[in-house]
Nanobody
Framework: QVQLVESGGGLVQPGGSLKLSCAVSGVTFRYTIAWFRQAPGKEREGILSINNRDGTAYVAESVKGRFTASRDVIDKILYFNLQMNSLKPEDTAVYYC?????????????????????WGQGTQVTVST
C-alpha cells in the first residue's frame, strides 16, 4: 500500500527558509514524485517533479532558483525533500507531495494533478510577518 506522509510546514517570515519532507513507502512501480501547492481560492499548482528512475527534474518558474528537491533513504524509507529558500508571502499555501505512474506523468515535466494517484495529507506553509 502506497503511503505518503508529509512533515515540516509552519510559519516563517519573508526571506526565510523551510524544509518539507515526504516519507514514501509501499511503491512497487516506476513513478514520478511531485510537489504541489494550493493557496486559498486558487487552483492546485504543480511546482516540482522528479522522475524517480533517472532523477530528471522539472521546476516551475515561480519557484526556480529558490526551491530545490532532494532524496534520502533512511531505514529503507525514501524521503522526498523540498528545500524552500527566500520565501515570499505568495508562497503561502498548503503543500502536497504526490506520486503518479511514470507512464502517465511522462516523467519529470510540468505536473498535472490528474496524473497523480497518491497524495500526502498536506502541510500548511505560511509566509508572513
Amino acid at each position: 500500500q502506497v503511503q505518503l506522509v508529509e512533515s515540516g510546514g509552519g510559519l516563517v517570515q519573508p526571506g526565510g527558509s523551510l524544509k518539507l519532507s515526504c516519507a514514501v513507502s509501499g511503491v512497487t512501480f516506476r513513478y514520478t514524485i511531485a510537489w504541489f501547492r494550493q493557496a486559498p481560492g486558487k487552483e492546485r499548482e504543480g511546482i516540482l517533479s522528479i522522475n524517480n528512475r533517472d532523477g530528471t527534474a522539472y521546476v516551475a518558474e515561480s519557484v526556480k532558483g529558490r526551491f530545490t528537491a532532494s532524496r534520502d533513504v533512511i531505514d529503507k524509507i525514501l524521503y522526498f525533500n523540498l528545500q524552500m529558500n527566500s520565501l515570499k508571502p505568495e508562497d503561502t499555501a498548503v503543500y502536497y507531495c504526490a506520486i503518479g505512474p511514470e507512464w502517465r506523468t511522462g516523467g519529470a515535466r510540468n505536473p498535472t494533478a490528474l496524473n497523480y494517484d497518491y497524495w500526502g495529507q498536506g502541510t500548511q506553509v505560511t509566509v508572513s510577518t
